[in-house]
């Protein structure tokens, strides 16, 4: 044991785990779709148990980390298929995201053997309840703490529920997933934003630890004549009155911007009365940052994409907008690769519209935390990048209100771990150690052996059909069984101890010997 070393934020590895490991020299590999997940969701685990035909133990394995499967096999980025060692063979990964929104549209009854927690004295606040709000809170209300949500809108979910159409999100499947929530005893106040109705120092004089999860929900301006015009809309109002109901357009729609907003925005125009729906974005189609996946649904439902072309002017007739006028754009990066557009007002392009809708990204409102010292630098929250603690010690912040606008899942990454640091600062131990386990000793790129795998091409998602898409029905319509276990049998099985790749999939000897008490806990992956 002389060899250890600790310093509170990694184990150089005593060599104990290695000598009781079943596996050969190739112990300490991590499966390339989990290593890139951001909640290190056990994919391989979960997808080699379906193969088997074992549905029910396969969403049991899903659950161990992601309480929220149908949410993220919906809306998730998904990152681990852009590792998936399926496609040094196929050109195509194993559908991951799909096959985990089978398994949670499998369970007729929402985890019913749902573990009771052990009450603890301790109580949580927590600001908000988009993605990493609902992960923070459901982690800690498993841990057994008193949590209560502040939230400003009238229902949970923030930009999960008014940023993302119903036909990718249905409310349904928010509102089932919710349901978690309320039965662990998570208390909700509704219409209550934080700065205004109560104010952050009270929280933070009330409760023993407070999360800010407050996301990114202000639309930046173009800052053009007209703008104000009723015809010019935010995506994200937008799209937050499509969701309640209360769009309706006609004629011809602009669209402004390149990203998921944007596409989503059209799409939701086209579905809102709007007649011929264009986006017109800077960036070229490859650089575009919406989901190529999205942008191709898109495509298939009619919404034209022009491309290169940046807004310089809106037009009108009467107080109402006519049209917008675009300059070309030049680049959008500069030789640093930041964003700084550079436009040639010479040459442009005028687009008549009847509507315009503008979806130039989303910026946080810091604002309720702007009087204590240390909470904020350049419009967001600042905290520790890895525990999320901030300048006061029991309070932590995450999802986009810290880092920007990401992800759903990397949001959701930023709840568990707030979860945790939450944990151990009302535990009374130390917040570093053990965290980021992946720059550790675990091998995640690494040869896959592909002897004898059959090659078979990916199992397409079935669809509604885009000439049928006039309304809000969710448009992809889920696998079969037999669809989704032909789909999992196309996993190399990176994660099987007893495959050709002899990837580590929990025997537990590991972790029984190791002589680091707290990383018994901190190393998931290696206790079954």
């Known amino acids: 044991m002389d060899n250890i070393v600790i310093d509170k934020t990694k184990c150089y590895v005593c060599g104990e785990c290695v000598e009781t490991c079943i596996l050969d020299n190739l112990r300490l590999k991590l499966a390339p779709c989990r290593a890139a997940c951001p909640i290190h969701t056990n994919c391989q685990g979960y997808i080699h148990l379906l193969a088997q035909g074992k549905v029910d133990d396969a969403l049991a394995e899903v659950r161990k980390g992601l309480p929220f499967p149908g ?14 060692k399926r496609t040094d063979l196929d050109s195509e990964p194993v559908a991951i995201r799909d096959i985990k929104r089978f398994l949670a549209d499998h369970e007729r009854e929402l985890w019913p053997d749902l573990p009771k927690p052990h009450r603890r004295p301790q109580r949580v606040a927590v600001v908000g309840s988009g993605p990493a709000g609902m992960m923070a809170s459901f982690d800690l209300a498993q841990m057994g703490y008193g949590v209560t949500v502040f939230e400003a809108l009238d229902k949970a979910g923030g930009m999960l529920r008014v940023g993302i159409p119903e036909f990718r999100l249905p409310s349904a499947i928010l509102d089932r997933e919710l349901e978690l929530l309320t039965r662990l005893g998570v208390e909700f106040k509704y219409r209550v934003p934080v700065g205004k109705n109560v104010s952050l120092n009270r929280l933070v004089q009330e409760y023993d630890a407070v999360f800010l999860a407050t996301g990114a929900h202000i639309a930046p301006r173009l800052n053009l004549e007209g703008e104000d015009s009723v015809q010019v809309h935010s995506a994200l109002d937008f799209l937050k009155g499509a969701r309640s109901g209360r769009v309706q357009l006609s004629g011809r729609v602009v669209v402004i911007g390149g990203g998921n907003s944007a596409v989503d925005a059209a799409q939701t125009a086209r579905r809102a009365g709007g007649k011929d729906v264009v986006i017109v974005c800077l960036e070229s189609r490859d650089e575009m940052p919406a989901f190529p996946w999205e942008v191709r649904d898109a495509l298939e439902e009619g919404v034209e994409i022009v491309n290169g072309w940046g807004p310089l002017a809106f037009e009108h007739r009467n107080g109402a907008v006519e049209a917008v006028t675009f300059a070309r754009c030049l680049s959008v990066f500069d030789e640093h690769g930041r964003f700084r557009p ?78 945790i640091s939450i944990d151990r600062y009302l535990s009374g131990e130390g917040l570093h150690w053990g965290r980021n386990y992946l ?8 040869e896959v052996d592909t002897t004898g795998a059959v090659r078979r091409h990916r199992t397409r998602m079935p669809k509604i059909s885009p000439d049928d898409r006039r309304d809000f029905r969710e448009v992809e319509l889920g696998f079969s069984r037999a669809r989704v276990i032909r789909e999992a049998e196309r996993c190399l099985k990176c994660g099987d101890p007893y495959g050709p790749n002899q990837t580590c999939w929990y025997c537990l000897p590991c972790e029984i010997v190791c002589p680091v008490e707290a990383l018994r806990v901190e190393i ?3 206790v079954r």
């Open 439 to 446: 720059d550790g000793p675990f091998i995640t790129n690494f």
């Open 342 to 419: 550079r436009m040639d007002p010479s040459i442009t392009r005028r687009d008549a519209a009847d509507e315009v809708i503008v979806a130039i990204g989303q910026s946080a409102d810091v604002g309720y935390a702007r009087g204590m010292k240390g909470l904020t630098r350049k419009g967001l929250l600042a905290a520790d990048p890895v525990t999320l603690q901030t300048s006061i010690p029991h309070v932590f912040a995450g999802g986009d209100a810290l880092r920007g606008p990401k992800t759903v899942i990397d949001a959701m990454a930023d709840g568990k771990e707030a979860a």
């Open 524 to 526: 998931p992956f290696l």
């Open 71 to 84: 949410i993220i096999g919906r809306v998730c980025s998904h990152p681990c298929e852009s590792h998936c």
